[in-house]
């Protein structure tokens, strides 16, 4: 059974990760105060002792907003030197290296999806520190493999994510305005952890590769307007929702306008709402 050392074990993907793929692997996972990703030697000895074979990191910085002021510091130590740590550590003693990457790499020009080689643009500091942590993190290491994903919801009702905030919303407001001029893929976290798993089983097929692994949409990817009317359509909840624009809903960071990844691996993706159906009938309703 392979074993893996998993960083950011608190967060939402590592959460699901655990739970769907505890029987196929060995998984130690670490959370911030058992690995701080920016303490090289520290990784070194968890790498070590753990002596694992692969290394899954899962921790990252995903405020979005706040990494166009105070936090932009903290975003780029985890999502560029904290990857680079990794790496760093992981060609040294030849383990194999999945990070997890984001849509928000590319400058949202491209209608019908993004290629897995297709040239990045980062808009907001986010996108660009996890651009450098994909490049750092490939040179260093060049079997590292990378995972970009998109609109991740899952974990439970606990976690911060789109579906949750909706539903919450929705306890106290009949009415909500969402973004319609956005487009994108919603990936629930329990799909998305399948998918890496099935990565790790065919390990040797992936090492040095991008994949995009993200719910399958239609061809430009849906909106957040879209996304929410489908979470209340499928929980039965009455609301009226009232698309708006991007401009009219102002934020820190300026976000891609098409961000559709698509997937030319051979590991793929089901249909994004039945991802959020499982998630919704599993753990909301």
Request: proline letters at 2%.
């Amino acid at each position: 059974m392979k074993k893996i050392l998993l960083t950011g074990a608190d967060g939402m993907l590592a959460h699901d990760f655990i739970q769907s793929q505890k029987g196929k692997f060995e998984i130690i996972p670490y959370n911030k105060s058992s690995l701080d990703i920016m303490d090289i030697y520290q990784i070194e000895q968890r790498v070590k002792e753990s002596m694992a074979d692969i290394i899954v990191n899962c921790a990252a910085y995903t405020n979005v907003d706040e990494a166009e002021g105070n936090e932009r510091k903290i975003n780029s130590d985890i999502n560029t030197l904290g990857v680079l740590n990794i790496a760093t550590v992981a060609h040294k003693y030849q383990k194999d290296f999945i990070t997890l990457s984001t849509d928000y790499v590319f400058d949202g020009t491209k209608k019908g999806g993004y290629n897995e080689g297709d040239t990045k643009n980062p808009l907001n500091n986010y996108g660009l520190a996890k651009s450098l942590g994909e490049n750092l993190a490939q040179e260093t290491h060049p079997n590292t493999i990378i995972v970009r994903t998109s609109w991740l919801y899952g974990g439970g009702k606990d976690y911060k994510n789109f579906v949750n905030t909706m539903l919450k919303l929705s306890e106290t407001r009949n009415e909500l305005r969402v973004i319609n001029d956005q487009f994108g893929s919603p990936t629930y976290t329990g799909d998305l952890s399948e998918a890496i798993g099935k990565v790790i089983e065919n390990i040797g097929d992936f090492r040095g590769n991008i994949l995009q692994l993200s719910g399958t949409t239609p061809e430009n990817g849906m909106t957040w307007f879209d996304f929410a009317s489908e979470i209340f359509k499928m929980t039965g909840k009455k609301i009226q929702l009232i698309p708006c624009t991007s401009a009219e809903y102002v934020t820190k960071a300026i976000r891609p306008k098409y961000s559709k990844m698509r997937n030319n691996s051979s590991v793929q993706m089901r249909d994004w709402k039945e991802g959020l159906r499982e998630y919704l009938r599993g753990k909301l309703i």
